[in-house]
């Protein structure tokens, strides 16, 4: 015999999409180091030799922030749904992970449409809400609510 408070009813691991491959960065990198080695050769043939570092300036920027980018990828939130409880466990690079539980049966969902920002997917249960997804499209949001709300409401229907 099960114990019904074992059934695990949603688990899920959500990561950001990821843009570029590891081979592509280095052909775009490529690209733009030497698009600025053949920009800055031909302004050091005129005479502007200080030109030539503003290029290698400019690579060096967008390499930077092309690798926050990919330690930002590493970005990920765990959501575990059992009968009694809803786990949320948040990582990202450099920091703590957050963990929270809160219970199942009064916890609430939605899925808000704020004026000037994208969609909220929450997880609330008294004052206290959770944003999850962040990351996520619009329809990925939308889709992930639909799952967890009738994950969620086979774990209430479980309890009675």
């Known amino acids: ?6 059934i695990v009813y949603f688990d899920a691991t959500l ?3 990821t843009a570029l491959s590891p081979r592509a960065f280095l052909i775009i990198m490529g690209l733009v180091g030497g698009m600025s080695f053949l920009g800055g050769l031909m302004f050091l043939s005129m005479g502007a030799f200080p030109v030539i570092g503003w290029f290698g300036l400019d690579a060096l920027a967008i390499w930077y922030a ?13 959501v575990h749904i059992t009968a009694d409880n809803i786990r949320l466990r948040h990582t ?5 992970p957050r963990e929270v539980k809160l ?4 916890t609430r969902l939605s899925l808000a449409y704020p004026a000037r920002r994208p ?3 929450r997880l609330s249960h008294g004052p206290t809400a959770y944003v999850i997804g962040r990351f996520l499209s619009p329809h990925e949001r939308k889709s992930l609510h639909a799952a967890l709300d009738i994950a969620i409401a086979r774990a209430r229907a479980e309890r009675h």
Request: charged letters at 30%; proline letters at 9%.
């Open 92 to 96: 990202r690079p450099g920091r703590e």
């Open 103 to 106: 219970p199942t049966a009064f």
């Open 15 to 17: 990561t950001p999409n």
């Open 119 to 121: 969609s909220e997917l």
């Open 66 to 78: 092309f690798r926050k980018n990919f330690q930002n990828l590493k970005e990920a939130t765990t």
């Open 1 to 6: 015999m099960t114990d019904a408070r074992s």
